[in-house]
């Protein structure tokens, strides 16, 4: 598959997977989810992984070339990147982010 890459505001070029992982990796967004979770707030958490999901979808649905196979490898390589992430921070001991990654591909896995 062609890797196509996007404008993301942070990064001057981005491939849909290498924005997956970046939002994976993202300490703010694991955290404000743990922080919903611990006082309770299940549905705000999942606001927010909905949404971040939703982008990571979107990006691997506007292809330049439409293709619902080249779109669906891309949503797979995103989610073998945030799993990668995932990976990484269970090694880690970094619990707050893993459950991040795996509450993200867990949303991914319901648009595939």
């Not at 997956?20 to 990796?25: D, G, S």
């Not at 292809?63 to 921070?89: F, K, W, Y």
């Amino acid at each position: 598959m062609t890797r196509v890459r996007w404008q993301v505001s942070s990064n001057p070029t981005v491939s849909p997977e290498e924005h997956a992982e970046l939002i994976a990796a993202d300490p703010f967004r694991a955290r404000q989810v743990y922080d919903h979770i611990a006082r309770g707030e299940v549905p705000d958490a999942l606001d927010v992984v909905a949404a971040e999901a939703g982008e990571i979808q979107a990006l691997c649905s506007y292809m330049p070339v439409t293709s619902a196979i080249a779109a669906n490898q891309s949503l797979h390589e995103s989610m073998r990147s945030i799993e990668g992430v995932g990976d990484r921070c269970m090694r880690l001991g970094d619990a707050v982010q893993a459950m991040w990654c795996r509450m993200l591909i867990h949303r991914l896995e319901g648009e595939a």
